[in-house]
Nanobody
Framework: QVQLVESGGGSVQNGGSLRLSCAAS????????MGWFRQAPGKEREFVAS????????HLADSVKGRFTISRDTAKNMVYLQMNSLKPEDTAVYYC???????????????????WGQGTQVTISS
């Protein structure tokens, strides 16, 4: 089992940047594919980004490509989501998630992730 704690959320203006962090504890961090999802009020949870166990493969939602970057630091048991050129439609609660997978695999399906953090609020004002 792994425990996930997100941080770094906040309120920024349109065009601003934020860096979300996710601290993992418990089982070996490198055993997990890691992902970020978000949920806006009244909407379903949606995929944002994922990174393979190796750290060499990433997958981003079309809506964030070119603006967001996902990375992981296995030595520190951390996953990051760098968010640039933020838009009001990026406003949501952002969740970190961990799931099983092969060493180079990424995934975008919520059902593929077994463990979830409590979420961190990101608000973008226009």
């Amino acid at each position: 089992q792994v425990q996930l704690v997100e941080s770094g959320g906040g309120s920024v203006q349109n065009g601003g940047s934020l860096r979300l962090s996710c601290a993992a504890s418990g089982r070996i961090f490198s055993s997990y594919v890691m992902g970020w999802f978000r949920q806006a009020p009244g909407k379903e949870r949606e995929f944002v980004a994922s990174i393979s166990r190796s750290g060499t493969s990433t997958h981003l939602a079309d809506s964030v490509k070119g603006r967001f970057t996902i990375s992981r630091d296995t030595a520190k048991n951390m996953v990051y989501l760098q968010m640039n050129s933020l838009k009001p439609e990026d406003t949501a609660v952002y969740y970190c998630a961990a799931g099983s997978g092969s060493y180079y695999a990424v995934d975008y399906r919520p059902a593929a992730f077994d463990y979830w953090g409590q979420g961190t609020q990101v608000t973008i004002s226009s």
